[in-house]
C-alpha cells in the first residue's frame, strides 16, 4: 500500500503495560508527525520529526516516547498510560522543502487505542 | 498564542443548499491556511489549501485577512459532502494547528 500505514489499527492496553505504535510512510518524505485525536478536544500535535530529528514535543507526558529510526519510519511507544490517553493516534507526513509556508500533510487511517 | 476557532460543531443543511463552514484564525504572521476532510471510516485528508485558488469538489475558500478568516463555501451541498472538516493554518514550517471542527451532515 502506498501512503502512511500504522499498524495496529486497533489496541487495547493495561495500565501497566507497554506497546507500541507504528507508522511506516511509503511517500519519500522527510517529517512525520504523531496527533492526538479524541472526542472531547480538537486534534492536537505531539510530535515533530524532521530529518530523523525531533523538532517538536509539544508537552507530552513521558509515558508517550517518540522514536524515528529513519526518515520512513515512526514509532510511538506507550508505558503505564492511562484511561484518558484513549484516543485515536494519528501518524503524519510531508516534505519540508524549507521555505516559507505550509505543506501538504498526509494522514495514515490512525491507530485506535483502548486503556483499561 | 495560535488559535483556530470553527464555531459549528454541527451544520446541517438540506441537498442543493449552499453551505459555509466557518474558520477564524488569531495567528502571527501570514500563515497558510489549509481545510481537510474527513469522510466516514476514511482517513483525514487535504480538501484545499489557500494558496492553490483551486474549487475542489465545489468547494472554495476565501482568505480574509482584515477578517483573520477562512470560511469554506459551496454553493449546492450534496449528500457525499457529509463529513468532519477542519481548518489548519500553518505558519510554523511544517506545522499544522487544527480548529475543532465542524460535522456536516447534507440531509436528502
Known amino acids: 500500500e502506498t501512503g502512511v500505514t500504522q499498524t495496529p489499527r486497533h489496541l487495547v492496553m493495561g495500565m501497566t503495560n507497554k506497546k507500541s505504535l507504528k507508522c511506516e510512510q511509503h511517500?519519500?518524505?522527510?517529517?512525520m508527525y504523531w496527533y492526538k485525536q479524541s472526542a472531547k478536544k480538537p486534534l492536537e500535535l505531539m510530535f515533530v520529526?524532521?530529518?530523523?530529528?525531533?523538532?517538536e514535543n509539544n508537552s507530552v507526558p513521558s509515558r508517550f516516547s517518540p522514536e524515528c529510526p529513519n526518515s520512513s519510519h515512526l514509532f510511538l511507544h506507550l508505558h503505564t498510560l492511562q484511561p484518558e490517553d484513549s484516543a485515536l493516534y494519528l501518524c503524519a507526513s510531508s516534505q519540508v522543502s524549507g521555505g516559507v509556508g505550509g505543506n501538504t500533510i498526509y494522514f495514515g487511517e490512525g491507530s485506535w487505542l483502548t486503556v483499561v | 498564542a495560535q488559535r483556530v476557532t470553527q464555531p459549528e460543531k454541527l451544520l446541517s443543511v438540506f441537498k442543493g443548499a449552499p453551505v459555509e463552514l466557518k474558520c477564524n484564525y488569531s495567528?502571527?504572521?501570514?500563515?497558510?491556511l489549509f481545510w481537510y476532510v474527513q469522510y466516514s471510516r476514511q482517513r483525514l485528508q487535504l480538501l484545499l489549501r489557500h494558496i492553490s485558488r483551486e474549487s475542489i469538489k465545489g468547494f472554495t475558500a476565501d482568505l480574509n485577512k482584515g477578517e483573520t478568516s477562512f470560511h469554506l463555501k459551496k454553493p449546492f451541498a450534496q449528500e457525499e459532502d457529509s463529513a468532519m472538516y477542519y481548518c489548519?493554518?500553518?505558519?510554523?514550517?511544517?506545522?499544522?494547528?487544527f480548529g475543532g471542527g465542524t460535522r456536516l451532515m447534507v440531509k436528502p
Open positions: 489548519a493554518p500553518n505558519n510554523a514550517g511544517n506545522m499544522l494547528t
Open positions: 520529526y524532521n530529518f530523523k530529528e525531533q523538532t
Open positions: 495567528y502571527s504572521g501570514s500563515p497558510e
Open positions: 511517500l519519500g518524505h522527510n517529517a
